[in-house]
């Protein structure tokens, strides 16, 4: 696609529900990553993959949350028994190569609140 | 975890000056970017500058980079008020990408 995309743009979801969140990155981009932004405050890693695979996933905040990528393509990112402290944007990047060269494009966010 | 810290933390200027804010980070670099933010959604890359290069310009942005001291500087010449917005340097290591808290611009008219 022409940017990376991101939906929802907007969750409202009750403390305990799952919620999904989806990106899909850039085509052909081969990294795409994942950072949760609280409001007014600067962006905290959750995990990265290169392809399909995750090698980074100490970012993610608790076993609650969880990611997964099919077809180098396509992200998950779930997050289980919401509580009000997931309250924020969550951001998907993506670029084109390894080494980390590369610019990488952001999506516009999916903004999820916790009630 | 975050990687860069900012400073300052809010810079506040009258639109024509320039505006300088400062990154610094501990680990080992491939190369420093530094990104635009409005209204708390996607970022927008500004420019990107390799470990083995000491300066860098693109319009009215300069950065420079020094490894040695591991800061980077943003320098944004002649400020609008379009220029209003959170800036964050994101340091790159082979594909973990690290954001510092960002600075919040505000260019006064």
């Known amino acids: 696609g022409a940017g990376v995309s991101q939906s929802p743009s907007n969750k409202v979801t009750e403390k305990g529900k799952d919620v999904e969140l989806r990106c899909d990155p850039i085509s052909g981009h081969t990294a795409l990553y994942w950072y949760r932004q609280s409001l007014g405050q600067g962006l905290e890693f959750l995990i990265y993959?290169?392809?399909?695979?995750?090698?980074?996933k100490s970012g993610l905040p608790s076993d609650r949350f969880s990611a997964e990528r099919t077809g180098g393509s396509v992200s998950t990112l779930t997050i289980q028994r919401t509580q009000q402290e997931d309250s924020a944007v969550y951001l998907c990047?993506?670029?084109?190569?390894?080494?980390?060269?590369?610019?990488?494009?952001f999506g516009e966010g999916s903004w999820l609140t916790v009630v | 975890s975050q990687q860069g810290e900012e400073d300052p933390q809010a810079l506040s200027i009258q639109e024509g000056e320039n505006a300088t804010m400062n990154c610094s980070y501990k680990?080992?670099?491939?190369?420093l970017q530094w990104y635009r933010q409005n209204s708390g959604r996607g970022l927008v890359h500004l420019i990107l500058?390799?470990?083995?290069?000491r300066e860098k310009h693109s319009g009215r942005l300069r950065v420079t980079l020094d490894t040695s001291k591991k800061s980077s500087s943003l320098l944004i010449t002649a400020s609008r008020a379009a220029d209003t917005a959170s800036y964050f340097c994101?340091?790159?290591?082979?594909?973990?990408?690290?954001f510092g808290a960002g600075t919040r611009l505000t260019v006064k008219p």
């Open positions: 680990t080992s670099i491939n190369n």
């Open positions: 990047a993506s670029s084109r190569e390894t080494g980390g060269g590369n610019t990488i494009y």
């Open positions: 994101a340091t790159v290591y082979n594909n973990d990408m690290r």
């Open positions: 500058i390799r470990s083995n290069e």
């Open positions: 993959f290169q392809g399909n695979s995750a090698p980074d």
